[in-house]
Structures are given as C-alpha cells and as structure tokens.
C-alpha cells in the first residue's frame, strides 16, 4: 500500500475519533492539560492497536483465502464505510451528559471509535501488507485529529461532526473498491468501457 493509499486509511479511520472529539469537546467544561492529554492519548492508543491485533487475525487465515482476500477487503471496508454513514445520519446521541473523558466512558469511546481499525488490519492482512507503519501512522493521526477535536470543540459544537464521519465513511468505500479493482484488472477494464 503507497503512501497516499496510507494516508487517507489513517485520515478516515481517525475521523470518527475527530467527530467524538468535537463533540467531547463541546460538552467538558473544565479544561485542563489532562484533558485534552487524555482523550488523544486513548483514542491514538486504540486505534493503533486494534489494526495490529485485526493483522494478526488476518494473518492466521490469510492462506485459506488467499484467492479472494481483496474482495473480503472491499466487503469489510464497505461495511465499515456504510456503518460509519448510518451512525452519522442516525439521531442517536452517543455521548451521554457525564464528562466522557474519565474512566469507563473513557475506555468504552476509545473501543468504539477504533473497532473499525480492527477489520482494516484484518484486511491488511488479507493482502499481505505490513500493519507496524500504518498503524503507527493511524494511531499519531487519531491521537493529532482528535486533539484538534477537542480544541475546535467550544466552537464548532456538534455542527459538522457528522459531516465529518460521512467523508471517512466515503473514503473508506472507495478504497475498499480501489483494492478490489488493483486486484482484478478484468473488471478495471470492464469499467473502463462505461
């Protein structure tokens, strides 16, 4: 996987934490240094785990499905990317009025915003793909997005937090497609016709 390919995996798995964080951002009014610590630190934290232990999944049943694993990559992302679209459009409030960076609540965002990142390293597994690099690079931009969450916050409330995990969920669907057609250059062509 290139650089670019990285980049925008990273970016769009972070957004969800982003989203979390504006809205994280919006509700806590104490602001101290642990704060805006706390919550980065978490979110970067997970989300750079999760791929890893999803890799080593992936890894355990790579050669059984070695013929099909790209497909198994669209199908997962897509339905990574649709969730993450459903979730924003959907009315549910998913922080409640307690201060979300402490404790339980803590630990349960950190697991929610980075279950996705589990598939994506299942995934990368699929196709072979080292997971260290990008996992780093996913956890440092989780843990830089979600701090700029936080900081934007005060401002910009809950207005744009759902935009916002739409374009990673768009994001996520088109690189899901884009492996799928890297690995069938038949149906690259087919499409080519249209």
């Known amino acids: 996987?290139?650089?670019?390919?990285?980049?925008?995996?990273?970016?769009?798995?972070?957004?969800?934490?982003?989203?979390?964080?504006?809205?994280?951002?919006?509700?806590?009014?104490?602001?101290?240094?642990?704060?805006?610590?706390?919550?980065?630190?978490?979110?970067?934290?997970?989300?750079?785990?999760?791929?890893?232990?999803?890799?080593?999944?992936g890894s355990r049943v790579e050669p059984l499905i070695a013929d099909i694993d790209h497909w198994i990559a669209l199908i997962l992302l897509a339905f990574i990317g649709i969730r993450m679209i459903k979730?924003?459009?959907?009315?549910?409030?998913?922080?409640q009025q307690s201060d979300p960076s402490r404790g339980m609540s803590l630990i349960i965002l950190s697991i929610a915003t980075s279950i996705d990142a589990l598939a994506v390293g299942f995934s990368l597994a699929l196709l072979r793909y080292d997971i260290w690099y990008p996992s780093v690079l996913i956890g440092i931009i989780t843990?830089?997005?979600?701090?700029?969450?936080?900081?934007?916050?005060?401002?910009?409330?809950?207005?744009?937090?759902?935009?916002?995990?739409?374009?990673?969920?768009?994001?996520?669907?088109?690189?899901?497609?884009?492996?799928?057609l890297n690995h069938e250059p038949g149906l690259r062509n087919m499409l080519h016709l249209f």
């Open 1 to 57: 996987m290139g650089l670019t390919e990285t980049l925008l995996l990273s970016f769009s798995l972070a957004l969800d934490a982003f989203a979390v964080s504006i809205s994280t951002g919006a509700l806590i009014q104490t602001r101290t240094w642990r704060d805006y610590f706390r919550i980065p630190f978490h979110f970067g934290l997970f989300q750079f785990l999760m791929p890893v232990i999803g890799w080593y999944l």
């Open 143 to 180: 843990a830089a997005l979600s701090l700029l969450g936080l900081l934007a916050g005060n401002r910009l409330g809950n207005k744009f937090g759902k935009i916002i995990e739409v374009c990673g969920g768009i994001i996520l669907i088109l690189i899901g497609i884009n492996i799928a």
């Open 87 to 95: 979730t924003a459009l959907s009315n549910k409030e998913e922080i």
